[in-house]
Antibody, heavy 119, light 110 residues
Framework: EVQLVQSGAEVKKPGESLKISCKGSGYSFNTYFIVWVRQMPGKGLEWMGIIYPYDSDTRYSPSFQGQVAISVDKSISTAYLQWSSLKASDSAVYYC????????????WGQGTQVTVAS | QSVLTQPPSASGTPGQRVTISCSGSSSSIGSNTVSWYQRLPGTAPKLLIYSNNQRPSGVPDRLSGSKSGTSASLAISGLQSEDEADYYCAAWDDRLNGWVFGGGTKLTVL
């Protein structure tokens, strides 16, 4: 069974760093793109970036370029989303998604990670 | 404001047919296929429709998708209480060179 399991909810202060994770199982992790999306309170979904685990090739949405870092550890089939200095406006739910093989849609989603940034 | 426009809410009674719309642009829906996702309370979102009107295995045929021009629709017939969820549309956008999503529609089964 294909699964994407994300790390648990986080509560952080402005200026702190954070790394959340997304562990894939039940499939060949290296050969499927992983996408991260953000959902701010009461808002829609926003595409943040995409990574290909096989070679770590990464691309960011212009809205998130320089604001976050996406990485992967193939040895443990895990993708990451990282902030070096959180802002209150980073408070949101973050989802990792598996892009389908050959299609521009997402066949599996993680359960989401709630990030709360407050002083 | 989301790039794809969905109604914030929809409702119907058991057995009814409900349609959820998703409006985009020439660079998104007008040029690329649409997918639909369902998020039940407390669960990970699930793929319902891909390539405008294709259902993954396990998705009942009372759910269907369509696309015309720069708009798409998700139809749910024979509405059931278990259909009460949030629904999202998505498409690739050639101008933005990335994916765009709808704001989501909360479906209530009365």
């Amino acid at each position: 069974e294909v699964q994407l399991v994300q790390s648990g909810a986080e509560v952080k202060k402005p200026g702190e760093s954070l790394k959340i994770s997304c562990k894939g199982s039940g499939y060949s992790f290296n050969t499927y793109f992983i996408v991260w999306v953000r959902q701010m309170p009461g808002k829609g979904l926003e595409w943040m970036g995409i990574i290909y685990p096989y070679d770590s090739d990464t691309r960011y949405s212009p809205s998130f370029q320089g604001q976050v870092a996406i990485s992967v550890d193939k040895s443990i089939s895990t993708a990451y989303l990282q902030w070096s200095s959180l802002k209150a406006s980073d408070s949101a739910v973050y989802y990792c998604l598996r892009r389908s093989d050959g299609g521009y849609y997402f066949d599996y989603w993680g359960q989401g990670t709630q990030v709360t940034v407050a002083s | 404001q989301s790039v794809l426009t969905q109604p914030p809410s929809a409702s119907g009674t058991p057995g009814q047919r409900v349609t959820i719309s998703c409006s985009g642009s020439s660079s998104s829906i007008g040029s690329n296929t649409v997918s639909w996702y369902q998020r039940l309370p407390g669960t990970a979102p699930k793929l319902l429709i891909y390539s405008n009107n294709q259902r993954p295995s396990g998705v009942p045929d009372r759910l269907s998708g369509s696309k015309s021009g720069t708009s798409a629709s998700l139809a749910i017939s024979g509405l059931q209480s278990e259909d009460e969820a949030d629904y999202y549309c998505a498409a690739w956008d050639d101008r933005l060179n990335g994916w765009v999503f709808g704001g989501g529609t909360k479906l209530t089964v009365l």
